[in-house]
């Protein structure tokens, strides 16, 4: 069965830096477009980060431009964000997300990792 797996979430101060790893199996990992989501207390998810199977292309939401990276290992069958900067309005539970390219949706999910940073 396919599974994705995120770690890396805790508690930050305002201000500075945590990664975020996803681990993929049951799926060839080089074969999709890999992504990061999140959702906060009574607000819709919405997009972070994506990055195409090639990892030669990558798109961020304006809210985290320049502040976040997003890179994969197929070798590995990981991908992570970094995330530095970081800010109170960024808490929220961070989703790793998986779709077989850019013509079709986001269909493969994890269980999300929860991001708190305090002011």
């Known amino acids: 069965q396919i599974n994705l797996v995120e770690s890396g979430g805790g508690l930050v101060q305002a201000g500075g830096s945590l990664r975020l790893s996803c681990v993929a199996s049951?799926?060839?990992?080089?074969?999709?477009?890999m992504a990061w989501f999140r959702q906060a207390p009574g607000k819709e998810r919405e997009f972070v980060a994506r990055?195409?199977?090639?990892?030669?292309?990558?798109r961020y939401a304006d809210s985290v431009t320049g502040r976040f990276t997003i890179s994969r290992d197929n070798a590995e069958n990981t991908t992570a964000l970094q995330m530095s900067s970081l800010k109170s309005e960024d808490t929220a539970i961070y989703y790793c997300?998986?779709?077989?390219?850019?013509?079709?949706?986001?269909?493969?999910w994890g269980q999300g990792t929860q991001v708190t940073v305090s002011s």
């Open positions: 990055i195409t199977w090639t990892g030669e292309t990558t």
């Open positions: 997300a998986a779709r077989l390219g850019a013509t079709v949706a986001y269909n493969i």
């Open positions: 049951g799926l060839a990992f080089s074969s999709y477009d």
